[in-house]
């Protein structure tokens, strides 16, 4: 399987990479500062797992992840 990072983007990035990690760093740290006990993490869509992962990783306590998903919404 080759590497997806050295694969030409068919798409102009936006946001880079280490942008949305700072970023997501930084909520995971406005959370725990603000709840005692961490929140349960749900992640309601397929698009939401990367994310949510992301911020499990930068959590203190890292709990677990919970996936539901929409008929419509």
């Known amino acids: 399987m080759s590497d997806p990072v050295s694969q ?3 798409f102009p ?3 880079p ?3 949305l990690l700072q970023r997501i760093g930084e909520l995971a740290q406005a959370i725990q500062r ?4 961490l929140p349960m993490l749900v992640a309601v869509m397929e698009g939401a797992r990367v994310f949510a ?3 499990q990783n ?3 306590g890292r709990q677990r992840i919970h ?3 929409a008929a419509s919404y």
């Open 67 to 69: 996936e539901i998903r």
């Open 8 to 10: 030409p983007r068919l």
């Open 34 to 37: 603000s709840h005692a006990e």
């Open 53 to 55: 992962k992301e911020l």
């Open 58 to 60: 930068q959590l203190v």
């Open 17 to 19: 990479r280490a942008a």
């Open 13 to 15: 990035v936006m946001i």
